[in-house]
């Protein structure tokens, strides 16, 4: 009965920053860990980062280390990607996810709720 919504998404050049927010309502269960996928046009959805529920523990794909944070505020329901240094790979729809428990989970399949996305193109 949790809803995802995601927003922050747009058109940027390459080098530019862009912040994405994901709020939750309805029913939520607690604790839970959050985490961001991507997706390009033809490609699978890939894992980009994720957080526990303390906000203690950050795990990030290689292509994105050092460039993206994720951060979450409980309190608002709501978990953040700041994007730094953003590249033309970086174009994709942009979901974030809930899985339930404090743990960042092993795979994508243990998130039991979506988003249904926000689209970031980053021009060259």
């Known amino acids: 009965q949790v809803q995802l919504v995601e927003s922050g998404g747009g058109l940027v050049q390459a080098g530019d920053s862009l912040r994405l927010s994901c709020a939750a309502s309805g029913r939520i269960f607690s604790p839970y860990a959050m985490g961001w996928f991507r997706q390009a046009p033809g490609k699978e959805r890939e894992f980009v980062a994720a957080?526990?529920?303390?906000?203690?523990?950050?795990t990030y794909s290689d292509s994105v280390k050092d460039r993206f944070t994720i951060s979450r505020d409980n309190a608002k329901s709501a978990v953040f990607l700041q994007m730094n240094s953003l590249k033309p790979e970086d174009t994709a729809v942009y979901y974030c996810?809930?899985?339930?428990?404090?743990?960042?989970?092993?795979?994508?399949?243990?998130?039991?709720?979506w988003g249904q996305g926000t689209q970031v193109t980053v021009s060259s």
């Open positions: 996810a809930a899985a339930r428990g404090g743990i960042i989970p092993l795979g994508q399949q243990e998130y039991n709720a």
């Open positions: 957080i526990n529920w303390s906000g203690g523990r950050m």
